[in-house]
């Protein structure tokens, strides 16, 4: 069976600290895919990063990064200075074989404080 | 480019009632999938549709169904609502690709009564 989990249920920091958000998933399929998406209040899932289970090489986005582990089954996400405008809610999610199914995890919502 | 056009953005039914809801995909995307998210349950996948067939489908009862037309266009049908159904439903969409991102939309917060 395939499962994420996003044990961090609410994280609140201060403008400018750094945040790591973690992800552990669960999977049998030796191909998988990775995912990072973020929901503001609006509602909608904004699609940040795929990571797929051949490439572990970590990757920099401005302040965004990713760190994936193969070894561990962690896909960690850190927001360097942080701001005001990164709070909401942060998904992980896995995706494996020929399916475009996305097993989600249950989220961390972060709260930036100015 | 136009992103994925949900609507309506809010609905609020009597149980026993039936509902539908409208998405419309980023202009080119093949594929359309519906997800239901609820504080209790979270994220959970509803089904996939690819040029006009359903190509994966969730653990939801048939009361759930869905259709995409010639132009990609995808509704979601709910008939005799129960209170559990109300939640956030989320439409997605992507070219089409196994694995490809899924691009979602501001999605429909469905309330039954």
């Known amino acids: 069976a395939q499962k994420v989990t996003q044990a961090q249920t609410e994280i609140s920091v201060v403008e400018k600290e750094d945040v790591t958000l973690d992800c552990v998933y669960e999977t049998r399929d030796t191909t998988y895919y990775l995912f990072w998406y973020k929901q503001p209040p609006s509602g909608e899932l904004v699609f940040l990063i795929r990571r797929n289970s051949f490439d572990e090489q970590n990757e920099i986005s401005g302040r965004y990064s990713w760190n994936f582990q193969k070894s561990t089954s962690s896909f960690n996400f850190t927001i360097t200075a942080s701001q005001v405008v990164d709070s909401a809610v942060y998904f992980c999610a896995l995706n494996g074989g020929a399916t475009n199914k996305l097993i989600f995890g249950t989220g961390t919502l972060l709260a930036v404080q100015p | 480019k136009a992103g994925v056009t949900q609507t309506p953005r809010y609905l609020i039914k009597t149980r026993g009632q039936q509902v539908t809801l409208s998405c419309s995909p980023i202009?080119?995307?093949?594929?359309v999938s519906w997800y239901q998210q609820t504080p209790g349950q979270g994220l959970q996948f509803l089904f996939e549709y690819f040029s006009e067939t359903q190509r994966n489908k969730g653990n939801f009862p048939g009361r759930f169904s869905g259709r995409q037309f010639s132009n990609s266009r995808s509704e979601m049908n709910v008939s005799t609502l129960e209170l559990g159904d109300s939640a956030l439903y989320l439409c997605a969409s992507s070219l089409g690709g196994y694995n490809s991102p899924l691009h979602f939309g501001n999605g429909t917060r469905l309330t039954v009564t």
């Open positions: 202009s080119g995307h093949r594929s």
